[in-house]
């Protein structure tokens, strides 16, 4: 496939096509089976990557610094609060002065508008490692992982259960994009964005996919291939966290649930999971579960994102 990233950000799949996703995974495949045989990669050497945190992090923290450690490069954990940003220096001055010292910048915000900000007035390449809107990341690693183990993406059932949130955003984008039959279950009142659904609807119609959104958890798993599920309360809304329990308490992904879908269903979850809230031990913990494999494909999906925006391979392999 020949498609050139280099130079661009990734804030939302939304914008990338199908093509540029399946560069993204494919290069990701080959850099995977590069690392597992020992082939080095230094496709980035000397180059530096600045990651800003308003959030906690371990699966994006970890995988971006050893991702550029793989490929040569160097990463910078920067705590948001420890920056000028905290005294007020403006997100567009921060991008303006970083893009004077690294190659790229990877920021986890709150607000999605930070890190279009970012983008806009940074002279490099901008990443999106979550916002409250997007997962982009995630979803790459997600779809990594359905179509290492399904072999395909086109016609694979995924079902997201739980919260319209940043993280079944991305899947929803992703799916849709790539031909999934993409189904998202939540409680009335947390939809996902209104926005996202109507691409959802417009990305399957281009891809030959399909997307359907219900509020009955059980229908959407009705012969799931896969069922994804994410925190009810994500990151900046503890306070919410005890009501959510109680209204999300149908959706909780346990044994009588996934007995709907396909015997050989995968559960996914982008992780950390809150054990015995939307997920129980018993599923998370079975055969069936492949999120070790999911959390370590976010390393070479990364790495692959990083290679391509950066310039270390031209057009994918
Ligand atoms: N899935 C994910 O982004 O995990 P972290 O919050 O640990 O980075
Ligand atoms: N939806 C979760 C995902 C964490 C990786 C959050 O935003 O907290």
């Known amino acids: ?43 980035l050497e000397g180059k530096t990557l600045a990651m800003i945190f308003q959030k906690p992090s371990t699966r994006t923290r970890v995988s971006f610094e050893v991702a550029m450690a793989h490929l040569g490069g160097h990463a910078l954990y920067l705590n948001a609060q420890d920056l000028q940003l905290r005294r007020g220096e403006t997100i567009a001055d921060t991008a303006r002065v970083l893009s004077r010292y690294v190659d790229a910048i990877m920021a986890r915000v709150y607000d999605h508008k930070d890190v279009e900000d970012l983008a806009k007035y940074a002279s490099v390449p901008v990443i999106n490692g979550l916002s409250d809107f997007s997962h982009p990341c995630q979803a790459l ?26 993280v079944a955003h991305s ?13 998202v279950a939540t409680p009335e009142g947390y939809e ?35 069922i994804y599920t994410d925190v009810w309360a994500s990151m900046g809304q503890e306070a919410e966290a005890e009501e959510r329990r109680k209204i999300f308490r149908p959706f909780q992904v346990n044994k ?43 390393l070479h999906a990364q790495k692959a994102v990083l290679a391509l925006l950066l310039g270390g391979v031209k057009t994918g392999f």
């Not at 690693?141 to 940043?166: F, H, L, Q």
């Not at 281009?206 to 798993?221: C, M, R, T, Y």
């Open 141 to 166: 690693a997600d779809y990594m992982t359905i179509w290492e183990k399904k072999g395909t993406i086109k016609g694979v059932k995924v079902v997201y259960v739980g919260d319209g949130n940043n």
């Open 192 to 226: 996902p964005d209104e926005k996202v659904i109507k691409w959802a609807e417009q990305n399957a119609a281009e891809s030959g996919g399909s997307f359907e959104l219900l509020h009955d958890p059980v229908k959407a798993v009705k012969d799931a291939d896969v």
């Open 256 to 298: 009588d649930l996934v007995k709907h879908a396909k015997p050989d269903y995968m559960f996914m979850h982008c992780l950390p999971a809150h054990r015995g809230e939307e997920v129980t031990d018993d599923v998370i913990d079975s055969p069936n579960s492949v999120v070790w494999d999911e959390a370590e494909n976010r």
């Open 171 to 183: 899947l929803m984008i992703a799916g849709t994009k790539l031909g999934a039959d993409v189904v």
């Open 1 to 43: 496939m020949v498609v050139s990233l280099k130079g661009r950000d990734l804030l939302c799949l939304q914008d990338y096509t199908p093509e540029e996703i399946w560069t993204i995974l494919e290069t990701a495949k080959m850099l995977k089976i590069w690392q597992k045989i020992g082939k080095p990669h230094r496709l």
